[in-house]
Each structure stands twice: as structure tokens, then as C-alpha cells.
């Protein structure tokens, strides 16, 4: 595994997808407000069952998914969700204010806005769209988007589509989705593949998502931007890695696979060399018990003892290349691992580049290799279980040993919490759109293009500008900007007297992280609750200090006001006369020697300690200097 | 099982080219969607006509009783047919009386969600009816639709009874002031709601009466009912019409003269209740008497588009004018349900 790769060298090519949730009034086909809210007052089961394209043909993974029979529960919370989202109701019209904000994206995006919205459906059944497909439609086409530094990244599309459910839980067989989230409008902006490294990858999705946010449609929630990527690299195939929630992922999912790309074509190239052909993978899974018939490994001679089989498939010059890492914490025994799982009961499997280990002996192995009739540069898979069953995990198994002949199989894959990558499903093709027969296309008039005009987005960095000149550091600007607070901090910054934006800024974006990561429930801190206490501050109740205090305690009382709070915290501004009382008692017990300032210094520091959060440190400052005058 | 396809959503296929849809109904086609049909019975599919059901017509519920007795003759185990949902009761109840002593099961069968969304309510609601036509011990119209949002009961109803309730929810169709005949689980197990039925036996000759006579109207009163829209009836030669009337089946005094002209003209007027559910009554309130003094016939608790079909099809079938008026007054098809018991209006345990 190499440390560290040259991007330009293996060819690196990045698309991304970045998805923008609206706060739109309304959801993209129906009535139900675009809030979250999960009371459910109902539940009802479906199942989804795969229907023939236009072209006759139906999606292997969904017909896979419908024959294990999966059931679908849905949980339809009242106030978020209608007969719409239980798809008991044909859609209704086209939220125009959602098609309004994804217009004025395009604009911005230099992008060319198509003369009619087509809706079209997206066949989607693994339960996240009731219907069984998403909504979605091409809104424009092309343009391009300037980074802060200068280059340029091609816009291929811009869309508009309804937000999928949110999974709640996953049992064997039953699928469970919450309705609320589902139809909410998303914008989604699709890059071309120009994009050469992972950093260039953040740079362009931050870019997107800052225009998204200028939009002022945007939600300012944990999950409202979300993104796709679409990652390849020179000898590699395009590998579409699906719901990447953070930024901080992104650019670990790009190296990750990157680098998985780069090693499964070096075990390619290897396997080439070596001879090692598709004929040599074309076998069948054999029958290799006998060779664990006195095993002492407890699994398998438990396996055995309850009439369970031992099969096996023998992998032609892959010794060595299953147990290799192809990228951090990963190898090409996993990628059969997920394959199998995906399509069989079978949770897991053996394979030689491991043996001896577990109790299983290595004159074990011996018999089993040759049984198939395997030699020193090959490798074998065995699995126990019941014979029909681990047949067909074992053929999973050679289906990815002959994709490794070629490299990089052409697969959807999702992201895990690390960033790593794992086997999703199988590609769908082009087959899985059709038309949304139940919507009429939206034409796109000139007097709708004029309208948008006439409300251009602000450039984002217009604004960080201007975050600047209110005195922000630039560092500064971009994380009050991005952060969910940005709303609150332009209403409320302006607007106070005594208290620096810039304190605002780097409370809302500092302090409030630092709680959130300590576990503190922070949601419990409304708008109104934030503008309280900076309130406070400004208006000389208390100190800049209580800021964090107030924050902590406040989300933990979730019932107490800012006034309340100040008096049980006890940090409630000191009148100056009691003030002066604590300045004469201070100092009139320490030793007044020496030189003056460290004198000075030290005596603000007591009494400080006594006063913080109830007095500001100019006023002790200044107190304590007077007294001290007199001596 | 003998399948007839008549159009609708059910069972049809978009093709996106044209924006038509198309019947989808070939048995290769049909084994194809559907796999799990092949394991229930052995499968006859024809497609008689393709109509959205709004523009079905009582010459097509004709076509369609005669086809379902020949297939019956022919000696299948039950008839199927793919309909519409608009419509569907009204054609549901006109085969009830067209196919006098059925001794197999006759399932209409459609579906709320279009066939071509993976969520569609269409393969349920078919692979029950086939299951109910196959296997089913009764021998009477019924009418296959979900019972919930779920995908797992799909409900019998009395064709007679039942009511299309909802404009687009897939439990839209319900029995009204009944019990279903039974549910089927999971497209395969029948368990059955009444002992109420009239049983299959293959032996049994059934009887067709086809015919159906369209110069009958329905209408709905409210309190600006203008009586001339009577007098038009009867001046345009319709031998009957049925008034759904307020409340216990109430229509104002206002209206008294022009119904007494229609009596006059051996036009045959019937009421029944707006209210849905319920049953008439014109001898609780002055009003009512006054209506039965004029020769209205008050219709029990029959549903106002069953007596619709119902008087079509007795002037249809029946020469004289006081058997017209009794073959529609008596019960035949489970349209009259003497008992309205308490409990949820749906009328079953739930």
C-alpha cells in the first residue's frame, strides 16, 4: 500500500453530486410542510414489487430485493406527511417555489435552464419511495463553477427532486422508513468528472453548498447537504459512492477509493502476468467435508456435526492477493465478504490466504487443496452451511474473483461513519428513468426567467467580504457563514451596541461546537433563547464571560428563561458601588509591595476571580486602579 | 380461472411513446408480472374491450355477462375480470343480476395505483381474485379490493354492497350497512366473514339476463331541486328513474306535482337515501307519507347506484310495469339487507 499517491499520476477523476434540502413552504409534490417531525399516529406495511421498463427489461437488484420478500413498514407522522408520501394520492403540482430557487442556481451556475421541467420517475425499490421511484427533473443543463482559487469545475446538471424517507430501522426481512423527510425539494448540482484530488473534491462541494445557502432556501440542519461522488481513476471504472454526510468524509472516501482503485488494478496486472485466465475461474464449488472430517476446529466440526457441508472453490493464482490491503483497513476478501452477503443468508466465509488459524491445521488445508487438485500460487474460499445455499455464496464469490481479472468492478457503493467504502448494489442503467405520467410539464417562461433575474444570488464571497469588513477574521467569516447559525448571527450582529460581531461569530461557531462535541443537547438553544443571552450582554446584565455558562445551563434547563438563569447561575452584573466593596476588601488584605503593574495585574486578578461573569474586567481594571492611586 | 381484461388501471402497461396505455393481459405477459399466478391455477386470459371505465356503457356490462356465462359453460372454476375502478360497482352489481343461480365465483377485480409503480395495489388485489375465483366456496360477484394501505388483506365484497368511497386511497372500496363475503390473506388464504352466500356447485345452471334498458336516470335531491328536471324525464320518454333523496328518503313538496304527472305516466319512481348508509323510510314523517301517496317507492337500504342498475335491468328483462316495480322492491343479489346490526360502520370485526 503506498503512503501516499501522486493524484495526477494515477488519473484521478471526481464528479460530484451535491444534494441542497429546500426549506421550501411546502414539499416538492405535495401540501405537508418541509419541517422534520417524527410523532408517527400510523404505520402500514407494503411490499414493492419491480415493474417492466419501457424497454421490458427489470433492475437484477430490485428483482433480487422483491424475491426475498422483503416487507416494507412505513411510519406516516401526521403533521409532516400525507396520502402524497403514503402514495395514496396522486402528487400534486410542482412547488413553484422550489423550482424558483433551483432556477435561480442554474443562473448562477451559468447553467442553460431547460424551456420545460419533464418530471420523471426513478425506480427506487428498496422501500426509501413508497411509490418504488423517485421523483426528479432536469432543470438545466451545463455551466460551470468558479473556485476560490481561480479554476473552474463543468456543471453537467442541475435538478430538482423529492427527498427519500429516512430509515429507521433495518430487521431481517422488514425494512423500516419514517415519511417525513420524503418529498422534501432538493436541489441537486452534478459536476463533470474534472475534479483531479480529494481537496479540489471538499473545495467544489463547499463552493456548492455556500451558493446553495445564498439562496436563503437552504435548511440550516445536520444532513440538509449531502453528497454523492463519482470516482475513478485512470485504469479504474467509475465507482459511485452514495451518501457521504459530511465534508470531512468526503475527502477520506476519495482517498479511499482512490487507493482501492489503484490496488485492484495492480492485482489485475498481476493476475495477467501470472496467466491466470477466466476459463481458470469458470468452476464449480466442490464438495471438500472429508477434509475436515476430524477437524479441531470447533466451528467447523460443529458445522459438520449437525449435517451441515464444508464447499469450496479454488481461486487460481490468488494466493497472497485476498488478505493483501488494498486501501486502509480493507482487502479483496472483504469485497467477496459484502458480494456474498448482499445476495445469500451466508454471513461470512474462509479463505487460505488466512490458514492455518481458528483451529483449522494446515494438514487440513493440504487435503482440502488437494481435492482441488490446487497448487502453491492458489488460493481457495470455503464455506459450511447447507449445500444449495453456499453453492451459490461460492459463485458471488467467483463472480468477483473474475471481476478482479479486470480491474475495478462497476458498482454503487455506500460510505461508512470512516469513510470507507463498501459493495451497495449492482449499477442500475439508464432504464431506470420513466416518465412521471401523473404531472404535466412545467413550462419555463420568460417571464419566470425575469422574475429570477431580478433576485440574483449574492456571490458567496461578496458576503464572506462583508463578514469582513465587520471585523471577522476571513478564517472566521467562513465558519459563521457555513455554519447553521449564519441566519441568527445576521439578524442579531447588526443589532447590538456594546457586543463585537466578531464575539457573536466566534460564540455561535466555538462555543456551541465545543458543547455539541462534549454531548451537551444544544437543539434545546432556540433562536429566540441565543438572542436572549447576547441580549444580556449588550445590555450590560452580565458579562461577555457568562456567554458559554449560559449556553451549557440553558441547554439543560430547557425551561428557564435568560433572566432565570443569570440569578441561578449568580451572574447577575454587580452594581458598581458593590463592586467597589469587593475592590477596598481585596485589596486592602494583600501586600502592596513591590512594582506597581505586577501589583496592579495581580490585584485584578483576585478580585476578578471573586466578580467573573458579574462585573467586565474594564470596570475592575479601572476600580482597582483607583483604589490602588490612593496609596 | 378464465381472466377477462375490459381496460382500466389494472393489469395495463404506459407505453411512454404514445402515452396510451396498453391491456397487458397475454398469459405470457400476465405469468410474467405476476409469477405466483402460475402456482394458483391454470390461467385463460382474454381481453374483451379496453375502456377506461368511465366509458363503459350498459351494452359492455351485456357483452361482459354474456362472455362470463359462456367461459362458465365452458366449465371454468371461476371468472375474473379486470376493470376500471370508477365504475367498477355499477358493473359488479349489473352482473349480479345479469347471471341468475352463478354456480362458480365471478371476481371484479381492479386497482386504485397504477400497474406500472412498483407500489401499485394491482398484483395483490389480482393474485386474490384468482385465488377466490380458483378456490372459493361461494358462487356469487364479488368485487377484490385492499382492505387497508397495507399490502396484506384484500377484501370480498358483496357486489351489490359495496362502494367506492375514496377518489384515489386503495381501501377506497367498502361494504356498505353488510359484511364482506370474506378476506384473503396474503394472496392465498381465504377466510371467509358470513356463512351468508350462496354456495359453488358446478352443477347448478345458471341463467343469463343481459339485458339492461338505459332510459333510467338517477337523481340527487337538494334544496334547490327544480321539479322541471323530473318533468323532462318523463317528457323524454324515461321509463323510470330513482331520486336519492334527505335523510329516510325525503324529496320537498315542491316536487309533489311533478311526481304525481310521472306516476300519472306509468314512469316508475324509486327512493333511496343520500345519506349511504341507512334506511329509507316515508312512514316516520308527513313528508313521507305524502311521497308514498304519490306512488314513489321507497328502496330499504339498496345503495343508490345499485338501484340505478338494478331498474335497468328489470325494465330490461321484465315486460309488465308491476313486475318491473317488484323484481326491483325484492331482494335477489344480496341488495336488500334486512338486518343493520350496531357496531363500526364498516361492518366487520376489524
Not at chain 1, 81 to 89: H, I, T
Request: aromatic content about 6%.
Amino acid at each position: 500500500l503506498r503512503s501516499r499517491l501522486d493524484y495526477g499520476e494515477i488519473g484521478l477523476k471526481v464528479g460530484v453530486e451535491i444534494h441542497l434540502q429546500l426549506s421550501t413552504e411546502r414539499k416538492l409534490f405535495c401540501h405537508c410542510p418541509t419541517a422534520l417531525d417524527e410523532k408517527a399516529t400510523g404505520r402500514f406495511t407494503r411490499r414493492l414489487r419491480p415493474t417492466q421498463s419501457e424497454l421490458g427489461q427489470v433492475d437484477p437488484a430490485a428483482l433480487f430485493e422483491f424475491e426475498k420478500g422483503k416487507i416494507i413498514e412505513y411510519w406516516n407522522p401526521e403533521a409532516s406527511s400525507c396520502l402524497v408520501e403514503m402514495d395514496e394520492e396522486p402528487p400534486h403540482s410542482l412547488n413553484p417555489e422550489a423550482l424558483f430557487s433551483a432556477i435561480r442556481m442554474a443562473r448562477f451556475l451559468h447553467s442553460y435552464v431547460a424551456d420545460e421541467i419533464h418530471v420523471m420517475r426513478k425506480i427506487v425499490i428498496d422501500g426509501s419511495n413508497t411509490g418504488g421511484f423517485q421523483r426528479t427533473c432536469i432543470v438545466a443543463l451545463g455551466g460551470d463553477i468558479l473556485l476560490d482559487d481561480g479554476e473552474s469545475v463543468p456543471i453537467q446538471t442541475v435538478c430538482l427532486e423529492e427527498d427519500a424517507a429516512r430509515i429507521v430501522k433495518q430487521k431481517e426481512g422488514v425494512s423500516t422508513y419514517m415519511l417525513d423527510r420524503l418529498g422534501i425539494p432538493l436541489i441537486e448540482v452534478v459536476t463533470s468528472p474534472a475534479i483531479g484530488s480529494p481537496s479540489k473534491a471538499v473545495d467544489v462541494a463547499l463552493r456548492i453548498g455556500r451558493i446553495g445557502r445564498a439562496t436563503g432556501y437552504v435548511k440550516d440542519e445536520l444532513g440538509a447537504i449531502r453528497q454523492d461522488a463519482n470516482i475513478s481513476v485512470g485504469d479504474g471504472t467509475v465507482v459511485e459512492v452514495k451518501g457521504i454526510q459530511r465534508l470531512s468524509q468526503l475527502r477520506k472516501v476519495v482517498e479511499f477509493e482512490a487507493q482501492r482503485q489503484v490496488s485492484l488494478v495492480n492485482i489485475s496486472n498481476e493476475l495477467g502476468s501470472k496467466g491466470v485466465s477466466e476459463d481458470d475461474l469458470q468452476v464449480q464449488p466442490v464438495d471438500v467435508s472429508e477434509a475436515y472430517e476430524d477437524t479441531k476446529s470447533e466451528t467447523l466440526s460443529e458445522a459438520l456435526s449437525r449435517g451441515d457441508k464444508i464447499y469450496a472453490v479454488k481461486l487460481k493464482g490468488f494466493s497472497g492477493l485476498l488478505s493483501r490491503d488494498t486501501a486502509p483497513g480493507y482487502r479483496l476478501a472483504s469485497e467477496m465478504v459484502e458480494k456474498v452477503r448482499f445476495w445469500t443468508d451466508v454471513k461470512g466465509l474462509f479463505h487460505t490466504d488466512e490458514m492455518p488459524s481458528q483451529g483449522i491445521t494446515d494438514r487440513e488445508i493440504r487435503r482440502m487443496m488437494s481435492k482441488l487438485s490446487a497448487s502453491d500460487g492458489d488460493a481457495a474460499v470455503f464455506i459450511f452451511g447447507e449445500p444449495a445455499e453456499i453453492t451459490e455464496a461460492l459463485r458471488r464469490v467467483l463472480e468477483r474473483a473474475l471481476e478482479a481479472l479486470s480491474g475495478v468492478p462497476y458498482e454503487t457503493r455506500g460510505c461508512r461513519e470512516d469513510a470507507r467504502t463498501y459493495f451497495l448494489r449492482p449499477r442500475p442503467g439508464m432504464s431506470r428513468m420513466y416518465p412521471e405520467t401523473d404531472i404535466p410539464p412545467v413550462p419555463v417562461t420568460p417571464e419566470l426567467l425575469q422574475r429570477v433575474d431580478s433576485v440574483p444570488i449574492t456571490d458567496p464571497r461578496v458576503e464572506i467580504d462583508r463578514l469582513v469588513e465587520m471585523g471577522l477574521t476571513r478564517q472566521l467569516a467562513r465558519e459563521i457563514f457555513d455554519s447553521r447559525h449564519y441566519d441568527l448571527f445576521l439578524s442579531l450582529a447588526p443589532d447590538l451596541k456594546k457586543v463585537k460581531s466578531s464575539f457573536v461569530a466566534s460564540s455561535l461557531t466555538g462555543i456551541l461546537r465545543n458543547l455539541e462535541k462534549e454531548g451537551y443537547d444544544v437543539s434545546k438553544l432556540s433562536r429566540e433563547r441565543i438572542e436572549g443571552i447576547f441580549r444580556a450582554v449588550d445590555e450590560g446584565r452580565t458579562a461577555k464571560e457568562s456567554v458559554g455558562s449560559l449556553f451549557e445551563f440553558m441547554s439543560e434547563s430547557p425551561e428557564k428563561g435568560v433572566e432565570e438563569s443569570l440569578e441561578a447561575l449568580g451572574l447577575v452584573m454587580l452594581p458598581r458601588a458593590e463592586i467597589e466593596r469587593i475592590v477596598e476588601e481585596v485589596v486592602g488584605r494583600m501586600n502592596l509591595e513591590g512594582e506597581p503593574e505586577r501589583v496592579l495585574a495581580k490585584a485584578v486578578g483576585q478580585v476578578m476571580s471573586v466578580v467573573r461573569g458579574r462585573a467586565e474586567p474594564s470596570v475592575v481594571s479601572e476600580l482597582v486602579r483607583k483604589r490602588l492611586g490612593k496609596e | 380461472v378464465t381472466i377477462l381484461g375490459t381496460g382500466g388501471t389494472i393489469a395495463s402497461r404506459v407505453d411512454y411513446r404514445t402515452g396510451a396505455v396498453k391491456p397487458a393481459v397475454s398469459s405470457e405477459e400476465l405469468a410474467e408480472i405476476l409469477p405466483e399466478l402460475r402456482e394458483l391455477a391454470f390461467i385463460e386470459p382474454e381481453v374483451i374491450l379496453n375502456k377506461y371505465s368511465e366509458h363503459i356503457t350498459p351494452s359492455d356490462w351485456t357483452t361482459m355477462a354474456q362472455i362470463t356465462a359462456d367461459k362458465i359453460e365452458s366449465g371454468v372454476s371461476g371468472v375474473v375480470i379486470l376493470h376500471g375502478t370508477d365504475t367498477l360497482g355499477y358493473t359488479a352489481a349489473a352482473l349480479s343480476f345479469a347471471l341468475r343461480e352463478l354456480p362458480v365465483p365471478v371476481v371484479v377485480v381492479g386497482s386504485q395505483r397504477s400497474s406500472d409503480r412498483p407500489s401499485s395495489d394491482a398484483a395483490l388485489n389480482l393474485i386474490s381474485a384468482v385465488a377466490v375465483a380458483a378456490r372459493a366456496p361461494f358462487a356469487e360477484v364479488t368485487v377484490a379490493m385492499h382492505e387497508n394501505l397495507s399490502d396484506d388483506f384484500v377484501l370480498l365484497h358483496r357486489a351489490t354492497r359495496v362502494r367506492k368511497n375514496h377518489t384515489s386511497r386503495r381501501d377506497a372500496f367498502q361494504t356498505i350497512d353488510s359484511t364482506p363475503l370474506g378476506r384473503v390473506k396474503g394472496g392465498s388464504e381465504l377466510e371467509l366473514l358470513t356463512d351468508d352466500y350462496l354456495g359453488r356447485d358446478p352443477a347448478r345452471e345458471l341463467r343469463l339476463r343481459g339485458k339492461f334498458n338505459e332510459k333510467v336516470a338517477l337523481l340527487k335531491f337538494y334544496p334547490s331541486f327544480d321539479p322541471s328536471l323530473i318533468d323532462f324525464l318523463v317528457d323524454k320518454g324515461y321509463l323510470g328513474f330513482v331520486l336519492e333523496g334527505s335523510g329516510l328518503g325525503h324529496i320537498n313538496d315542491r316536487s309533489y306535482r311533478s311526481l304525481e304527472r310521472a306516476s300519472e305516466k306509468g314512469v316508475h319512481v324509486f327512493v333511496t337515501s343520500q345519506c349511504i348508509w341507512g334506511r329509507t323510510n316515508l312512514r316516520v314523517y308527513d313528508t313521507g307519507r305524502d311521497l308514498l301517496r304519490l306512488g314513489v317507492v321507497p328502496l330499504e337500504n339498496m345503495l343508490a347506484e345499485t338501484a340505478l342498475v338494478k331498474l335497468m335491468w328489470a325494465l330490461g328483462n321484465f315486460e309488465k310495469g308491476d313486475e318491473v316495480v317488484e323484481a326491483v322492491k325484492t331482494n335477489i343479489a344480496g341488495e336488500i339487507v334486512e338486518r343493520s346490526l350496531g357496531g363500526p360502520q364498516r361492518g366487520f370485526r376489524d
